[in-house]
C-alpha cells in the first residue's frame, strides 16, 4: 500500500530561526527542568502511601471484628448461643442472659419504625410533590437539622419533656382508652419502652425520609407524567407514578431507619428505665442491647461479665452490618442500577 | 527553536482495538504541520502518542519509534519527562481553576521546581506576549482567576502556559473547536507567529483552517496514514482518491 | 359519534372524578401535611428548650469552673469544655489525614475491584452502632495502658470520622474535570504532584465540608467516650489520663437526681450544639477565604 508520508518534499529552504537574542536566553528555564529528575520513585512513594491509608479502612474492620471475638470469648464457651436465649442477667451470681436486651432492642426499634415510617414518607412526600418550589429548601433543611442533634441532647430533652408529658397525659389517655389491648398497663411513670420507641422515632425520622425522596426524586418524570395522562388525580400520580416505581428504596431507606434504631444508645439509655425485664406492656422499663453496654460496661468487674457484654456488642455489631448491608442494596436498586419498572 | 519529529511505525491500541495502524511521517523543524481527517479516523490519537498522552488512558498501548529532535520518545525516558520538553494545547480550554492568570502560566515552571521568582516573572511576560493576552490581563494578572476570562483567552492563556516551558515542539488537538469564528481568527494569527520558534503539530476536523496555517498537512482515515504532503498538494492536487473524495466533502 | 363498531359507549373524559378519589387526595395532601407539622414540632420544641433553658444557666460560672461535689449548687463545664476539644483535636489528628489518604487512593487508583472492597467497607463501617467502636477503642488502647484516657476517646472517634471522610473526599475529587488533571500531565507535571497541587486543591472546598461533616457528627457522640476518656471532674491536658468532655457530662447531670445539675445539663447542651455549629461554620470561612 503506496505511502506517501516518509521524505517530504523539500521546501525552498528553512525559515530563519528566531533571533538569536531570543534563542539564547531563553533556554534556562527548559535547561532547568530537563535536569530535574524522573517522577518514578516518588510517585511509587506516593501511591503506597495512599495505598496504606486504603488499607487503615480494612484494618480497622478487622480490627473490630478481631476484638469484639477475642474479648467474647470467655462468655461465649461458657454460655453458648443460649446466651440469647436467657434471660436472667445476674452480675452478682455470674449468670449472664441476654434475652431482655434483645427483646428490648427489638421492641424498642420495630415501635419507633412503627411510627417512624408514615411521619417520614409523609414529609418526603410532601417535599418532593406537594411543596411549593420555594418551601423545599428550608423544609428538607430543616429536616436534615434533625439528623445534626446529637443522641445525648435528644435524651436530656426526652428526660425532661418528653417523660412528663408522657407520665402525665399521653400515658392515662392510653391507658383509658386502649388498656385492653395489654400494651398500656401498668403504672404510668413515662419512662419506659414507649418513651423509648418516640424518641428513636423522632431520630430516625431524618435517615428514613432523606432516603424516600432521594429515590422518590430517582424516578424519571416520564413515569409521573404517564399516570396524569390517564386523567389520575395527584395522589394517584404520587402512589402509581413514584411510590410504586421507588417501592425498593424506600424499603431500603426503612431498614437503614432499622439500622439506626438498634444501633442507637444515649437517648434510649436515658428513657428507657433500665430494667432487665421482658414485659408485654409498653409503659414498663426495659433494657436494650446498646444501653445495658453504656451502663455497665465501665463498671463491670469480673472478665465473664465483661466478656458477657463484649458479646452483647458483638452480636449488635453482627446485627447491624446485616441490616445495613440489605438496606444499601436495596437503595442501590432504585438510584444506580436498573430501576424499578412500573406494573401497570 | 523547533526540532522535527520522525515517526517510525507507530501503532496504537485501546485494549484490544487498533487505532493507529504503522504510521510513518516526518515532520519538519519550524514548520506547521496540520493533521486532518473524519471522526475516528485517529488523529488526536496520533497527536497524543507524540507527547505519550494516550497513555493515560487506561488500557491503552503505543508501539514503534519516535523521535523529536535527537530525543527518543518511548526508549530511554519516563513520560514525564518527555512531556516537560513537548507543549499540548487541548480541544476545550482547560486553565487551572483555583490559580490565578499568572499562576496558570508559571504552573509547568513551579510544579515542576523551578524556583527563580525573577526568571518566572520574564518568562511569564514573554509567554503571555507570545499568545498575544500579555497587554489584556497584565494590570489583574496575580488576581484574577485562570477560569474567570472569555473562551478565546482562556485558550490563549493554555498556549502561554505551554509555551512558558519552552518546549521545543507545540502540539495542538482541534484548539478553536470550542471557541468563536473571532478568537479562532486571533488563535490562527498567533500559530503563524509561534511557527517561528516551534515545530507545530495542529489536529483539526476544519479544512480551511488547515490550508490557513499548516505548510504541510497529513491525511488520516480509520488509523491510517493515507497521504502526506504539501498543505497546497493536498488540496489542490491530491494523490490518493480516498483524499479527494474527503476534501472534496464526499465523506467525513 | 355514530359508530357502527362493537366499542362500547363510553365516554371517559365527560365523567367527573368521583367523589371518593376526589377525597382520597385530600386526605393524602392533609396527611402529608400533618407530618410534617408532627415531624416538626419537635425539632421546635427542642431548640426551644435549649435556648430557653440553657440561656439561663449559661454564666460566667459555667464557663470558667470546674465542677463541684454532688449535690452542691454551682461551678461549671469549663474542663469539659477544654477535655471535648482536646479529644476532638486527636481524633482529628488520627483520623483527618487517614481519611483524606483513603479518599485519594480510591479516587485515583482505585477504580477497580480492590477499590470498590474499600469502597463497600467504608459505607458498611459508617452504620457500625458508636458503643461497639467505644468497646474496640477499650480493648486497643484502655486494655493495653491499664487505664482511661484521652488518646483511647480520640482513637474511637477517629475511628468513626475515618470512613465518612474517607467516601467524601472520594466523591470531591472525582468531581475535578478529568481535562484540569490532563493539562497538568501535559506539562510533564508527575502523578504525585498533579494529584496533590492540582486535582486536590481543585477538590478543597468540597474536602474541607467533608471533613467538618465528620467533625460535627463525631463531636456530639457520647457513647464511644463512656469507657475510653471516661471523664474527670477536674481539668486534664495529658493524653495520658481521663479526660472530661461536653457530652458526656451532659449525660452525667442529667442522669443524677440534683436539680442544679439538671439545669447545667441544659447550659451544657446549649453550649454543645452551639460549638458545633461555630465549629463548622469557622474552618467554612477559612476555606473560603484561601480559595482565589
Known sequence: MANHALGAPQLPGPQPVANKEVAGETRIAAEALIKSGGSEVPDAIFRYAMLACGLCVLALVAVIVFQLTTNSKLSWHAFGLKFFFQSEWDPVNDQYGALPFVYGTLVSSILALIIAVPLAVGVAVF??????????????????????????????????????????????????????????EGPPFGIG??????????????????????????????????????????????????????????????????GRALGETMAVTMVIGNRPEIAKSLFAPGYTMASVIANEFSEATGDLYLSSLVEVGLALFIVTIIVNIIAQFLVWTVTRGTPARANV | MGVGIQVEKLNAFFGKTQALQDINISVLANHCTAVIGPSGCGKSTFVRCLNRMHETVPEAKATGRVRIGEMDVYNGSSATHIRRRIGMVFQKPNPFPTMSIYDNVAAGLKLNGFRDRKRTDEIVERSLTYAALFHEVKDTMHKKSGASLSGGQQQRLCIARAVAVEPQVLLMDEPCSALDPISTGKIEELIFQLKEKFTIVIVTHNMQQASRVAEFTGFFLLGKLIEFDKTEKIFTNPSDKRTEDYITGRFG | MSSSTALPQHDFAAAPISLRRRFLDNLATGSAIAAVILVLAPLVAIFGYLIYKGIGALNWDFL?????????????????????????????????????????????YGRNKFGDIIRFTADVLNGVPSIVIGIVAYGIVVIRQGHFSALAGGAALAMMMIPTITRTTEEMLLLVPNVVKEAAYGLGVSRWRTTLSITLRTATSGVITGVMLAFARVAGETAPLLFTAFGNTYWNWKINEPTAALSLQVFTYATSPYDDWHRQAWAGALMLIVLIVLSVTAVRIAAGRTMK
Not at chain 1, 207 to 212: H, V
Not at chain 1, 243 to 258: K, Q, S, T, V
Not at chain 3, 66 to 91: C, D, F, Q, V
Open chain 3, 64 to 108: 470558667t469552673q470546674i465542677p463541684k461535689p454532688p449535690g452542691e449548687t454551682g461551678g461549671g463545664m469549663s474542663n469539659a469544655i477544654a477535655g471535648s476539644a482536646y479529644i476532638l483535636l486527636l481524633a482529628s489528628i488520627l483520623g483527618v489525614p487517614i481519611g483524606i489518604g483513603a479518599g485519594i487512593y480510591l479516587a485515583e
Open chain 1, 193 to 258: 419502652m414507649l418513651a423509648a420507641g418516640i424518641i428513636l422515632a423522632i431520630m430516625i425520622v431524618p435517615i428514613i425520609s432523606a432516603i424516600t425522596r432521594e429515590v422518590m426524586t430517582a424516578v424519571p418524570q416520564q413515569q409521573r407524567e404517564a399516570v396524569l395522562a390517564l386523567g389520575s388525580t395527584r395522589w394517584e400520580m404520587i402512589s402509581t407514578g413514584v411510590l410504586r416505581n421507588a417501592r425498593a428504596g424506600i424499603m431500603g431507606g426503612i431498614i437503614l431507619g432499622l
Open chain 1, 127 to 184: 417535599i418532593t410533590e406537594m411543596c411549593p418550589v420555594w418551601l423545599r429548601g428550608p423544609l428538607s433543611f430543616t429536616t436534615e437539622l434533625l439528623a445534626a442533634i446529637p443522641s445525648v441532647i435528644y435524651g436530656l430533652w426526652a428526660i425532661f419533656v418528653l417523660v412528663p408529658l408522657l407520665r402525665n397525659y399521653v400515658q392515662p389517655f392510653l391507658a383509658k382508652y386502649f388498656g385492653w389491648t395489654t400494651m398500656f
